[in-house]
């Protein structure tokens, strides 16, 4: 059974930074690509960042340049770095499979990151 565990998030002020990290347990993390993905309250869950099993990455319009997505595969682990902060980017943030390439497993817990002007 595959576990996600993020963890990282918290308040910051905007223009701060904040490093996310998801380890993930239970499966072959290295075959396949991972994203980070965010649900703003009343909002639909979105992929922000996503990075293939080779470290190729893609980042939406909203996080492009600011945030950064790494992995490290013998750790099981993928990260996605928060600079320049704004409001809007307050939300709950989750790892998982990049959904565009493969089904996602259950989801995690997520980790809420809370940006304050």
């Known amino acids: 059974q595959v576990q996600l565990v993020e963890s990282g998030g918290g308040l910051a002020q905007a223009g701060g930074s904040l490093r996310l990290s998801c380890v993930v347990s239970?499966?072959?993390?290295?075959?396949?690509?991972m994203g980070w993905y965010r649900q703003a309250p009343g909002k639909q869950r979105e992929l922000v960042a996503a990075?293939?099993?080779?470290?190729?990455?893609w980042y939406s319009d909203s996080v492009k340049g600011r945030f950064t997505i790494s992995r490290d595969n013998a750790g099981s682990t993928v990260y996605l770095q928060m600079n320049s902060l704004k409001p809007e980017d307050t939300a709950f943030y989750y790892c998982?499979?990049?959904?565009?390439?493969?089904?996602?497993?259950?989801w995690g817990q997520g980790t809420q990151v809370t940006v304050s002007s």
């Open positions: 239970g499966s072959i993390f290295s075959l396949y690509a």
């Open positions: 998982n499979k990049d959904y565009r390439r493969s089904t996602t497993w259950a």
């Open positions: 990075v293939t099993s080779g470290s190729t990455t």
